[in-house]
């Protein structure tokens, strides 16, 4: 006897749970039950759980009877056909979906030549171990699993064709690559998911070998003639959204050319690319601080306007600008509403990205890396035949990574490239690498895959071989157009005077207490103060009760707000959030007072 | 000769003139040995810190420096034989906080010669056993309590105590001595202990019963586990658990060079001096063991800040940092409303001496090129001018 669970409620007992379980599994595949049941029998603790419920995690396998899969040659000669699909191969019980509990009480073999009778079922490939990511790796069982992990990571934020109709699309912060290839080195799940509509990388050639050291720590070296000709080229979107917001009293933003006199007006030079409405007009070269959307508010406060109700105008200026280190070329305008009935404006800008130094390239393989130097065609290395790499890849990023697939891929890519062909790198099912060897060799060049290069500056010939073949490259999403950031003097903030943080606010790049640590270990006192004088304040202190005084430019006298004029004040210097901090002592009612003495 | 260096001796360490007493090859001519002997001056001077050299907080970076390679880097010898010691950064933690009770409290006892010489490490076992400690619970089967007169019976194990060479009488010795108020009664195998007060309760009972269990009977309180280990031709013995004061005590025990890991230990028995020594051994044992490399100099700065009050104190904000005279040094630490608060209710005064307040007011702070000053001070002119 044994408890049945429905979806973990307790539903009754069966006197018979092995008929039971195996009842219900015959009727699932007949059809007569839903296919999306699993059942498991837990012998051990006398229960059978039947299982329907949504979110848990299923994969097909092939039905194995007395230890012969019922997956036949004709199922197969059907499918290639098209008479038959997936669906109908689940629906007449030949492949059924378990769940990670019912697996428990199953016995699955990886191969056919492995079923034994008492086998339930067999593996349909060993591919499907992999995600769709992961199997999109060529030649992935030469690898070390982290860095397949890696490798399919790189290829989520890889820069490609997102979507055929993206030019009426308004999407935030998308790229999309120029000129994006299909791969030459592909595996099955590229031709299932239909890769070639919507790839994300270029067939390029990568040597092996350091240029100068400008490859070190996973750096790459890019051909400047290669970028030319559109490697790496990618557009960046993004939209500038504006809305006329309705207020309380039936007050409305306005899209418009802000008037000179409402609150907050920039200059002219700003708006100069507004047209009549308000809006910037297509194609306009657009840089930091220029009018995308013009656009002004209600005053913020009612009471304000009564106070000055002479002018005719208190208005807010609240246009969309281009914030700090943004440029490009206003690409699409639409105008809509939103759900609530207010006028919607989007303004896509667009911004050609070249490859430059500094941005994030990878190969399939977890090889990612950044380009550290841009060179001549004419500097670049070149082979016998006056073939010229794209892309110089360090050697020393390979041994310690153990990424065979991408030295594989290296040659499996030089051999589809000179023979006009696609090369099959499903993991597990790959052509083999002996196969392509020989090709290789017999296409004249050495099967391993190197040649004899010549250094492009001089002329000579390098002493190594070196190691030269065809592979896909993408542009990750990570560009230095959108990270560059310096400072010299820019924003503070309001509360405490100090640098404003993060590159959205133009802030500073704070300099912690650990590096203060070593101004001090270093004795450079004078140094220290100077770098902390970015909130530097001078300030009048009485000197009687030692509390922050009042001065009084104008007028030319200081008096503190406690001992009145008769007294002493001077000038001291603190910074500002020292002063802040004494402030909020007062506020706590503790009374810090100042003490001066003569500095010299 | 002589002349020469004792010329020097107020100049140099007495250790760096012995050396050089004692090293000096015959017959050195005197231009020569002053020649020497200005070479090591000039040396000595070189070696010594300058005026205004922030030690303190080179000392920090250069212990915390490798501290952060310490962290992932902890070995745990798990399955050996040796006992279990906290190694790493959780023992350098424990050691600058400066803690009653240690993770792993641990002894090592050198004894004297007879015992420390012994060919089989099976005698010593012998009196290893000695020292470890033996609780009642230890020898002992069952504890009862008759609810009829709330009497309580132990009952013994024979052969247990026959192996840790206990007899009955020393047994009741140990309990009468550490038990008072009550009656207790030898039945052979057991003894039965009855309350001499009249208004005993049940919870009264159930107390001295749990009491009872943890009574020394033999050995050193504290001591819970003892291994005897060959170490360098000698025998020691390596305890888990500490009692310093009452292991030097014992006879076969050589009290020069027995040691405990627990620091407060050898402050309470030894002095302050020793627990300073012994704080520069700890960390520099760890440290050692981690395979890196930290000059002695600074643990010893560490050590001694932690030990010049007379007392020993861990660098936490309840010990040294309290010690810190300035209200805005103490503040910028830990706790700092409790530091404000306080400094306000007395109207504590902040001279700005150190390095935290004159970072926070934006000062130089009195350190390398910010600690020289004017001593001279301009005569004041005279007539209307200030």
Redesign the interface.
Known sequence: MAEVYLNSKFAGTVDNPIEFVQNIREERRKGSVSENLNVTYKDKIGQVHIESSKGRARRPLIIVKDGVPLLTERHIKQLEKNEISWTDLVRQGIIEYLDAAEEENALVAFFENELTPEHTHLEITPLAMLGYCTSLVPYGNFNQSTRLNAGSKNQKQALGFYASNFAVRMDMDVNLLHHPEKPIVNTIIHDISDYDKHPAGQNIIVAIMSYKGYNMEDAIILNRGSIERGLGRSTYYRPSIAEELRYAGGLIDQVCVPDKDVKGYKTEKDYRFLEDDGIIYPEAKVKEGDVVIGKTSPPRFLSSMEEYSLASSTRRESSINLKHGEEGVIDFVLLTENEEGNKLIQVRIRDERVPEIGDKFTSRHGQKGIVGLIVNQSDMPFSAAGIVPDLIFSPHGVPSRMTISHLIEMVAGKVGALAGRYVNGTTFDAEPEERLRKELLSLGFRENGVETMYNGQTGEQYQAKIFIGNMYYLKLKHMVANKIHSRARGPIQLLTRQPTEGRAKEGGLRLGEME???F??????????ER??S??TVVPVCESCGIIAIKDNYKNRSYCPICGENTEVNDI???Y??KL?LDE?KSLG??PKL?LESK? | MADIISEYEDRLTSKIVDEIRNNLPKGVSDTKLKKIMEAVYGEYKTAKVHPGESVGLISAESIGEPGTQMTLNTFHFAGVAEMNVTLGLPRIIEILDGRKALENPMMEIYLKKPHATGKKIEELRQLALQIKETKLKDISTEFTISIADFTIEVKFDREKMKELELTMGKVLDAITKQLKGYNIRDNKDSLTLKSRSKEETFNDAYKTKEKIKEINVKGVKGISQVLPVKREEEFIIITAGSNLADVLQLEEVDAYRTTTNNIFEIEQVLGIEAARQAIINEIFKVIESQGLNVDVRHIMLVADTMCVSGTLKGITRYGVVSEKSSVLARASFETPIKHIINAALVGEVDNLNSVIENVMVNQPVPIGTGLPSLTVKAPEKKGKEK
């Open positions: 203060k640590d070593t001090v270990a270093h004795g450079a006192s004078l140094l220290l103060k902390f004088d909130d530097r210097e603190i910074s959030a020292f901090m002592f503790i009374y003490q010299y």
